[in-house]
């Protein structure tokens, strides 16, 4: 199993399966507008302007697992993004991240890196190679910009075409 056997679905109700994005790394965000680390949203909209022309897919995943900071509708969710952040990559339901009721995703995430690698806040990032196998996982605290996590992405990018 890899992360191209499992779907999402998008912020406006439209099926999102992750083979949409065969051949290209992706980085599964959980999100939530009423958190500390709300501004991360920009830092993950810089960096789908700077990689995502190069392949990388940024992903939204917002949820209100963690404190209750995702209360808002779908709707009300999209235009908080739109309007506060300008994002501009694509955003999903909002979902659950943790425990019984996780999304599929969160749930082969565990299974594949480990407990120690679920999210434990807001903000949590996954990075998904080229190949749909699950690489890396970062914590709520790491900046969309932190060498570590941008060290990663450019390590998955699709080569440049000669």
Not at 43 to 57: D, S
Not at 127 to 148: H, I, K, Q, Y
Request: glycine share 10%.
């Amino acid at each position: 199993m890899n992360a191209y056997d499992l779907a999402f679905t998008s912020i406006s109700g439209e099926p999102l399966p992750l083979s949409k994005f065969k051949g290209k790394p992706v980085l599964i965000v959980n999100t939530a507008s009423r958190c500390g680390l709300t501004p991360q949203y920009a830092g993950l909209e810089a960096l789908e302007k700077k990689y995502g022309p190069k392949g990388l897919i940024v992903l939204g995943v917002p949820s209100n697992d963690f404190g209750g900071q995702e209360p808002g509708t779908e709707a009300e969710i999209k235009t908080f993004c739109d309007t506060k952040y300008g994002v501009t990559f694509p955003m999903t339901r909002k979902e659950k991240v943790v425990g019984s009721e996780a999304h599929p995703f969160y749930k082969w995430a565990k299974e594949t890196l480990g407990e120690t690698n679920i999210p434990k806040w807001n903000f949590h990032k996954y990075l998904v190679g080229a190949d749909g196998s699950l690489v890396a996982a970062f914590g709520s605290r790491t900046e969309p910009n932190a060498p570590e996590l941008t060290s990663a992405i450019e390590a998955r990018l699709p080569s440049a075409a000669p």
